[in-house]
């Protein structure tokens, strides 16, 4: 089936650990996407990728980074500096990068312990 | 900075009522307008998207658009509790990434 597969659902993370999260599309989308939500609030945008080997940054990429090597994975990870990462994690995937209707993975629940 | 508005709710209505839910966007440049829904602990899922002034319906579910009033809406007709969800509505213009409003939540009573 097509679709976005993100991995793992629910991680824990300890204090000052770098943790990695996974996305994988095969719906030959160009364009992936990274956003945080928090209980009560809307998606914001971390980072987002229109080609293979080029990203730019959200509106909240500080303590976050990401790698575009493969057209289909667009792995996240959460670095000791993001203060407050406890968060649900949302990979999107899009044809092209703008405008366009962008399809959700199932998410991934972060916490740290 | 590009805003786009919802009221948080929850909006409630009864099984069978039309419920309507609004947003309002910043950005006159926003060309496409999508409603996403949310369960709670789930990711969003599309309803559907308007690029037209007007009204767009795809069964139980129109959407309207009036770029004038920079002002988008869903109304879901015939509402079931199954329908009871966050409503996320984005915008973006043609040369940007989507911007989501934080979200209505709807509540439908048997």
């Known amino acids: 089936d097509g679709g976005i597969t993100q991995s793992p659902k629910y991680l824990f993370r300890k204090e000052g650990q770098n943790v990695t999260l996974s996305c994988e599309q095969n719906?030959?989308?160009?364009?992936m996407y990274w956003y945080r939500q928090d209980p009560g609030q809307g998606l914001r945008l971390i980072y987002y990728s229109q080609i293979v080997n080029d990203f730019q940054k959200g509106d909240i990429a500080e303590g976050y980074s990401v790698s575009r090597e493969k057209k289909e994975s667009f792995p996240l990870t959460v670095t000791s500096a993001q203060k407050n990462p406890t968060a649900f994690y949302l990979c999107a995937s899009s044809t092209q990068g703008y405008g366009n209707t962008i399809y959700f993975g199932e998410g991934s629940w972060l916490t740290v312990v | 900075q590009k805003e786009v508005e919802q009221n948080s709710g929850p909006l409630s209505v009864p099984e069978g009522a039309i419920a309507s839910l609004n947003c309002t966007y910043s950005?006159?440049?926003?060309?496409?307008f999508f409603w996403y829904r949310q369960y709670s602990g789930k990711s969003p899922e599309l309803i559907m998207f308007?690029?037209?002034?007007g009204d767009k319906e795809d069964g139980r579910f129109t959407a309207q658009l009036n770029k004038a009033s920079q002002y988008v809406s869903l109304l879901i007709r015939d509402s079931q509790p199954s329908d009871s969800a966050t409503y996320l509505c984005a915008a973006a213009s043609g040369y940007s990434t989507l911007t989501f409003g934080k979200g209505t939540m709807l509540l439908v009573s048997p």
């Open positions: 719906l030959n989308h160009d364009a």
């Open positions: 950005d006159r440049g926003s060309q496409s």
């Open positions: 308007i690029y037209s002034n």
